[in-house]
């Protein structure tokens, strides 16, 4: 029996240069709300949109980390979406911020755009269709 509830916290992505990754996700209008290290010289930092409760938390292992493993594009994470107004506004400004425009997908009610960061991560940035632009 489960007592209580379930709440979503945070999506936790590794990532290969911490730096790196800060000035992309600050681009994209993240903030920092707290970070740390971790006892095997790792660090760790989460991120908030303003006005909004989800986290996302970026790991940084260094070599010879217990956690450290073999670096792979996105490192195996999915997705992670955004609701936008202009889907096409967004893909640019992430590909000034040093992402890499993937796909775009056009549906009748809305506008879909994936962009990667600079690690592969994919961010689908979800829009509304009459902003739909051509994306270069």
Do not use: C
Request: aromatic content about 12%; proline content about 4%; cysteine-free.
């Amino acid at each position: 029996m489960v007592h209580g509830q379930i709440r979503f916290l945070y999506a936790g992505i590794e990532v290969a240069d911490l730096e790196r990754s800060l000035r992309f996700y600050s681009g994209l209008g993240f903030k920092v709300v707290i970070r740390g290290k971790m006892e095997h010289g790792g660090e760790w930092v989460h991120l908030r949109m303003p006005h909004q409760a989800q986290r996302l938390e970026l790991n940084y292992y260094p070599a010879g980390s217990r956690f450290r493993r073999p670096y792979r594009s996105g490192s195996e994470l999915d997705h992670l979406g955004f609701k936008v107004g202009d889907a096409d506004a967004w893909a640019r400004k992430a590909v000034r911020l040093g992402g890499r425009i993937v796909d775009r997908v056009d549906e009748e009610h809305e506008w879909l755009v994936y962009v990667t960061d600079p690690d592969g991560i994919w961010l689908e940035f979800i829009g509304d269709p009459s902003l739909r632009k051509t994306v270069r």
